[in-house]
């Protein structure tokens, strides 16, 4: 009987905060595959290879494959079908393989379209929770992300300027995905509200490049790269 297919979940970009069944299912993989993407300057980069690296994982037994980061989900997509195509190839011949997902393999994860694909064909397949962006950069920021009967709406980067006020003003709390997909409808609206606390967070969870702040002038400034996210809380 084949052995399935398990996504583990990294987490947010620190390597401590992936579970230790993800490490151990990593450990005992024969092969990992993990997405990679290759910048404009034709340079190779994989933040899931990384955490890899840092968790002690052999290179020897790690597949980089290329997601292309493009408004064309077309590109995407074709990208998938071909790594699904590698992956029930090395299914078939009994190898006990892991697939590395950042974040949470269930929390808006475009890796569902590799998933939805191996169970179409019969191929068992298995995720391993992680800790999701939002519940790291809670931890950053030191808030209490909700509390008693409080709402919470996670917002995956589309919304029109009076939705998100409207949502503001009644009093959710809001966690904003892919910030730079509503940058200009998220400025808009700290305009509006001056006095409304932001948590905004850049690449929480990788050195170096981590950055956090409530200073409304700074967000204004700044540029919302793909991986940031807000929090707003009442």
Same mark, same amino acid.
């Given at each position: 009987m084949f052995n399935p297919v398990v996504f583990v979940s990294l987490g947010p970009g620190e390597a401590?905060?992936?579970?230790?069944?993800?490490?151990?299912?990593?450990?005992? @993989?024969?092969?990992?595959?993990?997405?990679?993407? !290759?910048?404009?300057?034709?340079?190779?980069?994989?933040?899931?290879?990384?955490?890899?690296s840092e968790l002690g994982i052999e290179a020897s037994k790690i597949d980089l494959f290329q997601v292309p980061m493009s408004k064309n989900r077309e590109l995407a997509l074709q990208a998938y079908r071909e790594i699904t195509h590698r992956i029930i190839q090395k299914h078939?011949?009994?190898?006990?393989?892991?697939?590395?997902?950042e974040g949470d393999a269930g929390f808006y994860s475009s890796v569902h379209y590799i998933m939805d694909e191996l169970r179409e064909r019969h191929i068992p397949v298995s995720q391993i929770a992680g800790i999701p962006a939002f519940i790291a950069c809670e931890a950053t920021a030191g808030i209490h992300l909700v509390k008693q009967e409080e709402q919470l709406q996670v917002i995956p980067g589309v919304i029109a300027f009076e939705s998100l006020l409207k949502?503001?003003?009644?009093?959710?709390?809001?966690?904003?995905?892919?910030?730079?997909?509503?940058?200009?409808?998220?400025?808009?609206?700290m305009r509006e509200l001056p006095d409304h606390t932001f948590h905004y967070f850049e690449n929480v969870g990788?050195?170096?490049?981590?950055?956090? !702040?409530?200073?409304?002038?700074?967000?204004?400034?700044? @540029?919302?790269?793909?991986?940031?996210?807000?929090?707003?809380?009442?």
């Open positions: 401590d905060l992936i579970t230790i069944k993800g490490l151990k299912h990593l450990q005992s @993989a024969q092969l990992i595959y993990c997405p990679a993407t !290759t910048l404009p300057n034709n340079k190779v980069t994989s933040r899931g290879s990384a955490i890899l078939q011949e009994g190898l006990r393989i892991a697939v590395t997902v949502e503001i003003r009644e009093g959710k709390v809001l966690v904003i995905m892919k910030t730079s997909q509503c940058e200009t409808v998220i400025k808009q609206v990788v050195k170096e490049k981590e950055f956090y !702040t409530t200073d409304h002038r700074q967000i204004l400034e700044r @540029a919302f790269p793909y991986f940031s996210l807000l929090i707003i809380r009442p």
